[in-house]
Structures are given as C-alpha cells and as structure tokens.
C-alpha cells in the first residue's frame, strides 16, 4: 500500500494557478502510474490527468487540456499538478490515486485507482 497525501491547495481568484502535490511514502512511486481527480461540491468524482511511471505519458480531462501540467519527480516520490488559467468550475476536492491498471497507457478510471489520498480543496472565486 502507499500512503499518499496532497497539499497545495486553496482559495485563488479566476485566472490564476496553484500547485498541487501529492507525496507518496511507503512504497516508491516510481513503480507506479498516478493520476489527479476531482470532485465538484455536489458531484461525483472525475478524472483530471494521468501519468505513466517515467512520466512519458501524459493524459487529461479535455476541459484542463492546456491549463493543467501532470508531472513527476520520482526522486522526491511526489507527483504535480501544475493549474493555471483557473475558472471557477475547476472549484473542487482533488486527489491523487495509485493507477493498478495494467500496460503503460494510464488509465482514466476511477476503479481503476485506489490508495487515495485524503484530497486538497482548491477554491476558485469569480
């Protein structure tokens, strides 16, 4: 199991960015495919952005594409979410996940992850 905890969240006006992190201990990351989802207030949770193990692969919700950055720096066993250009709709909780699916596409399933992380919320004002 990895225990996986996000910070870098917060409360940013439209148009801005933050940095999320997701720091992986127990195990090293670098053995597995990660991934970046969210959960609006009063919705279900969706998938955000993807990466395989080296960072090669990268794959995004179509409305981030372009605004958000997945990458990954195995040697501090953290993963990233660079967010720029922030609307208000990007206003949720959001979490990293271990993807256990097999192959070295990432995948964008939630049932496809687990070892969550307790999430951070990220704000966006109008």
């Known amino acids: 199991q990895v225990q996986l905890v996000e910070s870098g969240g917060g409360l940013v006006q439209a148009g801005g960015s933050l940095r999320l992190s997701c720091a992986a201990s127990?195990?090293?990351?670098?053995?597995?495919?990660m991934g970046w989802f969210r959960q609006p207030p009063g919705k279900e949770r969706e998938f955000v952005a993807a990466i395989s193990r080296t960072g090669t692969i990268t794959y995004y919700k179509d409305s981030v594409k372009g605004r958000f950055t997945i990458s990954r720096d195995n040697a501090k066993n953290t993963v990233y979410l660079q967010m720029n250009s922030l609307k208000p709709e990007d206003t949720a909780v959001y979490y990293c996940?271990?993807?256990?699916?097999?192959?070295?596409?990432?995948?964008?399933?939630?049932?496809?992850?687990?070892?969550w992380g307790q999430g951070t919320r990220v704000t966006v004002s109008s």
């Open positions: 996940g271990r993807d256990y699916s097999r192959g070295f596409q990432p995948s964008n399933q939630g049932y496809e992850y687990d070892d």
């Open positions: 127990g195990r090293t990351l670098s053995n597995y495919k």
